[in-house]
């Protein structure tokens, strides 16, 4: 079946800081890939998706590149700001399986000021 | 726009009660959500209703959870009875077609 795997957290980092977070797929077809975001006491939020090998994704400075030869969608900030601060998931949707999303653990980020 | 609407916002029951939540999808939107989301995990799908028939409920467990989208809108998903298991934010989503879109969820703790 299908599956997401993201690096846990929590990830700590200063303000300005380069911030990764690694995700990497296990997906029969073409699945279309996507980061959401959960902001203390909120709901999840589309971040950036990509539908296709080699698109970008990209939203609020951040960025995911659909790499299909490593199974990967990695996301990627230059700078963060204390704003980042939240949960960021990983998911896949195919369209074999109905478009329903399958999500990784999620990934805690905090940004310290 | 408008965007998912879901109700109550936090629940607090004891186990063995039951217990029921709603959802408001965004309007036109023909395919609608209900996922489980235990705290530190992801959410997993419980059910997804393609206008106001089931399309996937393989993993919804049927003794105890029912779910039903009467008219192709309006959605509510029950809990009867529930276990302290049952504890986690009971999600909603929709979408025209591919990108999902999702409500604040309903924060359930069985006591």
């Known amino acids: 079946g299908n599956s997401v795997t993201q690096m846990e957290g929590p990830v700590t980092l200063s303000e300005e800081a380069f911030l990764t977070i690694n995700c990497t797929y296990t997906?029969?077809?073409?699945?279309?890939l996507f980061w959401y975001v959960q902001y203390p006491g909120e709901g999840l939020q589309l971040l950036l998706k990509?539908?296709?090998?080699?698109d970008k994704g990209s939203n609020k400075g951040f960025e995911a590149t659909y790499r299909k030869e490593t199974t990967s969608f990695h996301l990627e900030k230059g700078s963060v700001q204390v704003s980042d601060s939240a949960v960021y998931f990983c998911?896949?949707?195919?369209?074999?399986?109905?478009?329903?999303?399958?999500f990784g653990g999620g990934t805690r980020v905090l940004v310290k000021p | 726009e408008a965007g998912v609407a879901q109700s109550p916002r936090y629940k607090i029951i004891e186990k063995r009660q039951s217990v029921a939540f709603w959802c408001n999808p965004i309007?036109?939107?023909?395919?609608l959500y209900w996922y489980q989301q235990i705290l530190g995990q992801g959410p997993k799908l419980l059910i997804q209703?393609?206008?106001?028939?089931?399309?996937?409920d393989s993993q919804l467990p049927k003794d105890r959870f029912s779910a039903e989208r009467l008219k192709g809108v309006d959605s509510t998903l029950k809990i009867q009875p529930a276990k302290l298991e049952d504890s986690a934010v009971y999600l909603c989503?929709?979408?025209?077609?591919?990108?999902?879109?999702f409500g604040p969820g309903t924060r359930l703790l069985v006591l």
């Open positions: 990509a539908t296709k090998a080699d």
């Open positions: 989503a929709s979408t025209p077609r591919e990108t999902q879109y």
């Open positions: 209703f393609q206008n106001n028939g089931v399309v996937d």
């Open positions: 997906a029969t077809g073409y699945p279309s």
């Open positions: 309007s036109g939107h023909a395919t």
């Open positions: 998911a896949l949707s195919a369209r074999a399986a109905g478009n329903k999303l399958t």
